[in-house]
C-alpha cells in the first residue's frame, strides 16, 4: 500500500503503456506539447470534465469528473464518466447520496480516436475500476470506451490478464519515478501521432546523434 505522498497520476498509465519515455517526459521531466490530436481530445472531454453536471434517466444515473484514488496502485485522478444502473442486487452495488436502493458502477471513458492494437486505452479504464472497486470493496467486471471518430463504445471484460498488466504498468511508474532516470529514446511507428516528438527527437537521440549530425551535415554541404 502506497502512502498519500506515493500516489502518482492515473492518468499516465496510458502513456508508459504507449511508451515509457513518452510518460517520463510527461511525469519526470515535466514537459508537454499541444498537438491537434491533443486538442481534439480536450474538445471531447469538454462536456465529462464538468463534475456539476449529474444526468438522471431512468435506472441511471450518470456522474462526470469522479475523484479517484488506490492505495494498492498507488495511483490517483478523475473518471471521465461513472455509469451508476439500479441494481436489486447488493453484491458489488453501492448506495448513491439522495438516491434509493443500490446501484452497479460502471466507468466509461472518452477517446478521440478509434479502438487501438494496443491496451493502453483499456489499462487506464481498469486503473479506473480498480480504484472504484477499492474505494466502494466491490469488483466491476467491464468497462467502455467511447471513441469519437467512430460514435461508438467499446465493451470489454476486466479480466485477470487486464488487471495484471495494470499493476505491473502502475508498478513501473513507481519505480522509473523513483529513480528519476528517463528510458532512452527509441523510434517506433507511433512515434509519429505522439505530441513529444519535437521535445524526444526518437531519431536522433535513438541513433548516434554524432553519425547522424555527420551525415546531416555532408548532405548539405552536397
Known amino acids: 500500500m502506497y502512502s498519500e505522498e506515493d500516489l502518482l497520476l492515473l492518468s499516465g498509465i496510458q502513456h508508459i503503456d504507449f ?3 513518452q510518460w517520463a517526459l510527461i511525469h519526470i521531466e515535466k514537459q508537454w ?3 491537434v490530436l491533443t486538442i481534439e481530445g480536450q474538445f471531447l472531454h469538454e462536456k465529462t470534465d464538468k463534475p456539476d453536471i449529474v444526468e438522471k434517466r431512468k435506472g441511471l444515473v ?3 469528473a469522479v475523484p479517484l484514488v488506490s492505495y494498492e496502485l498507488g495511483l490517483y485522478g478523475v473518471a471521465d464518466v461513472i455509469e ?10 453501492v448506495q448513491i447520496p439522495k438516491r ?8 466509461v471513458e472518452y477517446k478521440r480516436g478509434k479502438p487501438k492494437n494496443i491496451d493502453c486505452d483499456k489499462v487506464q479504464v481498469c486503473a479506473q475500476s ?4 477499492e474505494m466502494y470493496n466491490i469488483t466491476i467486471q467491464d468497462g467502455e470506451i467511447f471513441y469519437g471518430q467512430i460514435k461508438h463504445r467499446e465493451k470489454f471484460s476486466l479480466d485477470e490478464n487486464l488487471r495484471m498488466h495494470t499493476k505491473n504498468l502502475a508498478q513501473r511508474m513507481h519505480d522509473l519515478y523513483s529513480s528519476g532516470i528517463t528510458p532512452k529514446a527509441e523510434h517506433k511507428q507511433h512515434c509519429k501521432s505522439c505530441s513529444l516528438i519535437d521535445i524526444c527527437m526518437p531519431k536522433i537521440i535513438g541513433k548516434n546523434a554524432a553519425n547522424y549530425l ?9
Do not use: H, V
Open 62 to 64: 450518470i456522474a462526470r
Open 214 to 222: 555527420k551525415r546531416e551535415i555532408k548532405c548539405e554541404n552536397y
Open 33 to 35: 506539447q499541444e498537438n
Open 84 to 93: 451508476f444502473t439500479e441494481s436489486g442486487e447488493f453484491d458489488n452495488s
Open 19 to 21: 511508451c515509457e519515455r
Open 100 to 107: 434509493k436502493g443500490r446501484w452497479k458502477p460502471k466507468i
Open 130 to 133: 480498480m480504484c472504484l472497486e
